[in-house]
Every structure is written in C-alpha cells, then in structure tokens.
C-alpha cells in the first residue's frame, strides 16, 4: 500500500500531504516509524503517522502522532479519533509512556486527552502548539 498511499498523499487536499509523499518516496522513516492508513473497501479515508520527529526543529519532544488527515468525504465519523488511537496503541506497544503532536488547532485534540505543554514558531513563521497525551 506504501505507493498508493504516498500518491493519495501527494494529490489530497491538504498541503502538508506533499511534504508526507516525499518523505514517503524517499525513505525517511527507519525503525519504528510508520505511515498509518484509514480505508474504506478500497478506498483511502486518511492516514497518520508516528515519527521520532516532527515539523518543530531543536526540541526534545518524541514520539510524534503527525500528518494526520481525514479525506473530506469521512469527516464526521470519528475516524480521527481511531487513527489516533490505534497509533498510541502501537507507541505503548513499542514501550514509549507518552506522545506529542504539533497543531495550530484549537480545542480539538484535548477532547482526545492532550494537553498543550509547549508553543514554538514554526520554520513557517507561525506559532504551533506542541500538545502531549500520557499513556497509561
């Protein structure tokens, strides 16, 4: 599935799908990373992953839930939620006791049980917020 999600990244709506399709095509995640994909029958309803690392240079914050997308056409299904959760499944899995990710959204990723520890300008110029979810 690795070509296929890389292309539907490449050409989904959302601008920071490109950036995952190169990352994709040019093998930039070793180890544990992943790419995790959301279908429906056979088609492609959004994906995440989990990284080392995310778009906020020099911080010591890992592992990351990033790229997270849902195809405009299964929003409203709570399909966010089960990305996430299946990727904090597989991150306890790997022995890790907590998880980051890094939003500019408001009050979307606390009802998911994150919370905001730290905000850092972006290498775009823009504030996010780098948000943490503890796992028991």
């Not at 998880?99 to 905001?116: I, P, Q, R, W």
């Not at 905000?119 to 979810?133: C, L, S």
Request: proline share 3%; net charge neutral; charged share 30%.
């Amino acid at each position: 599935e690795w070509p296929r999600v890389a292309e539907y990244a490449q050409n989904c709506s959302w601008r920071a799908g490109k950036a995952l399709a190169d990352d994709m095509l040019h093998n930039r995640f070793t180890d544990w990373e992943r790419v995790i994909m959301a279908a429906e029958e056979d088609s492609i309803a959004g994906y995440c992953t989990v990284a080392k690392t995310d778009c906020i240079p020099h911080v010591t914050y890992s592992p990351y839930i990033g790229f997270l997308f849902v195809d405009e056409k299964y929003r409203g299904n709570r399909l966010s939620q089960k990305l996430i959760a299946y990727a904090l499944e597989y991150l306890k899995e790997l022995g890790f006791k907590e998880a980051y990710l890094v939003s500019d959204h408001n009050n979307l990723y606390e009802k998911y049980g994150f919370e905001v520890i730290d905000k850092k300008v972006a290498p775009w110029g823009k504030e996010e917020k780098i948000y943490r979810k503890k796992m028991t």
